[in-house]
């Protein structure tokens, strides 16, 4: 079974899928305030808007990294 990681702001969730992600770093380039692959949590996604998350996820080369808008109540 596919793993699956979650990480939320309440607006905006974060799905990585480790077994698919090919470490190309763009995550880490694109936003280095928010990726820190050798720390836990490893997203940090206080340090970015919900706008900078989406954008840097859409460049994802291997779709390891996706998004949802969650619902507002």
């Not at 720390?39 to 996820?57: G, H, S, Y």
């Amino acid at each position: 079974m596919e793993r699956k990681i979650e990480y939320t702001n309440g607006e905006l969730t974060i799905v990585w899928r480790p077994d698919i992600c090919i470490h190309a770093g763009i995550c880490v380039k694109t936003l280095p305030a928010v990726y820190h692959p050798k720390e836990r949590p490893w997203v940090q996604m206080e340090n970015a808007t919900t706008k900078q998350l989406m954008a840097q996820i859409d460049q994802c080369p291997s779709g390891a990294l996706s998004y949802r808008l969650n619902k507002k109540p």
